[in-house]
């Protein structure tokens, strides 16, 4: 059973940072596709970063040199680093585990970038 929780999210000004957290339980973490992905309201569901188990990232081209997602293995934890943080960045961000092709969800952490 796979089960993840993210936090993190909040208001911030444009130009702030915020970095998300999600830990998970279970025994696929280390093997293991994690990403974060988004929400806005109105819109479908979007990747925004993610990250293999053997550590390689990708990113949407809207976020690339902006946010960097990493991962801890041994705490079974991933993170997203969110800097020069802009309005259409405004969603709610999800967690998301994929492996090979078993896919579990987060309830997701609101994020609201505005002054």
């Known amino acids: 059973q796979v089960q993840l929780v993210e936090s993190g999210g909040g208001l911030v000004q444009p130009g702030g940072s915020l970095r998300l957290s999600c830990a998970a339980s279970?025994?696929?973490?280390?093997?293991?596709?994690l990403g974060w992905y988004r929400q806005a309201p109105g819109k479908q569901r979007e990747l925004v970063a993610a990250?293999?188990?053997?550590?390689?990232?990708n990113y949407a081209g809207s976020v690339k040199g902006r946010f960097t997602i990493s991962r801890d293995s041994a705490e079974k934890k991933v993170y997203l680093q969110m800097n020069s943080l802009k309005p259409e960045d405004t969603a709610v961000y999800y967690c998301?585990?994929?492996?090979?092709?078993?896919?579990?969800w987060g309830k997701g952490t609101p994020v609201t970038v505005s002054s």
């Open positions: 998301n585990l994929d492996f090979g092709g078993m896919r579990y």
């Open positions: 279970g025994r696929l973490f280390s093997i293991s596709t």
């Open positions: 990250i293999t188990g053997g550590g390689n990232t």
